[in-house]
């Protein structure tokens, strides 16, 4: 079956501008996670959605951030005035339970953004 | 402050002998653990876990061990196959905390 997709796979940004990433999780999974990982970093936990509720956002890192899930299936990362370190590949993932972090989380290839 | 420390960024492994990768956490609260496999251009892919009542969990040619009092734990691929090629994440989750994940080690499995 289909895995986790995201698109674009590439996005190249001038700074101030704003960008969305999509996800499009796994039919059927409750759970959505996104992902900041950064060059030669591992991947750091943004926000996570159960069905359309977001229940944790700690980790996004600005008010620029905003993420939605207004049908508890796709999903929409925005990004506001980007700036350089913004840069970085956003990953998204999926889970069947819902039942929330320990879950196995399925990941999706991931947005590589780039801010000029 | 790294909570969750791959130390070696890569490691070079011959076919067919073992692949050993490690992993340090400080956080003492941390109650699971899993390694994450990651292709070039693709997203990470799970590969095993292990609860922290536990101290060894096997599945085919990979096992965790997790020693609780050094706040360690390690991977063991055997035997490591060229397809093994890759970076490897390990990352520890306390309750209902997000993932908290390592750096990663590039594992390359020479032929």
């Known amino acids: 079956g289909a895995g986790v997709s995201q698109s674009p796979r590439y996005k190249v940004a001038k700074r101030g501008q704003d960008v969305a990433l999509r996800c499009d999780p796994i039919?059927?999974?409750?759970?959505l996670f996104w992902y900041q990982q950064a060059l030669g970093q591992g991947p750091e936990f943004l926000t996570y959605?159960?069905?359309?509720?977001?229940?944790?956002k700690s980790g996004l890192p600005s008010d620029r951030f905003f993420a939605e899930r207004p049908e508890g299936s796709v999903s929409t990362l925005k990004i506001q005035r980007t700036q350089q370190e913004d840069s970085a590949v956003y990953l998204c993932a999926s889970g069947p339970s819902g039942r929330g972090i320990q879950e196995t989380q399925y990941f999706g290839p991931g947005t590589r953004l780039l801010v000029l | 402050d790294q909570q969750v420390k791959q130390n070696s960024p890569s490691l070079s492994v011959q076919e067919g002998r073992i692949s050993i990768l490690n992993c340090d956490y400080t956080?003492?609260?941390?109650?699971?653990f899993l390694w994450y496999k990651k292709y070039p251009a693709e997203g990470p892919t799970f590969l095993i876990s292990i609860s922290s009542i536990k101290d060894k969990n096997e599945d085919g040619r990979f096992t965790v061990f997790l020693n609780k009092s050094a706040k360690h734990l390690s991977l063991h691929i055997v035997p490591s196959q060229p397809g093994d090629s890759a970076v490897y994440f390990c990352?520890?989750?306390?309750?209902?905390?997000?993932?908290?994940f390592g750096k990663g080690t590039r594992l390359s499995v020479i032929a």
């Open positions: 990352a520890a989750v306390s309750g209902n905390t997000p993932l908290v």
């Open positions: 956080n003492s609260m941390f109650d699971y």
């Open positions: 039919s059927g999974h409750v759970s």
């Open positions: 959605f159960q069905n359309e509720a977001q229940l944790d």
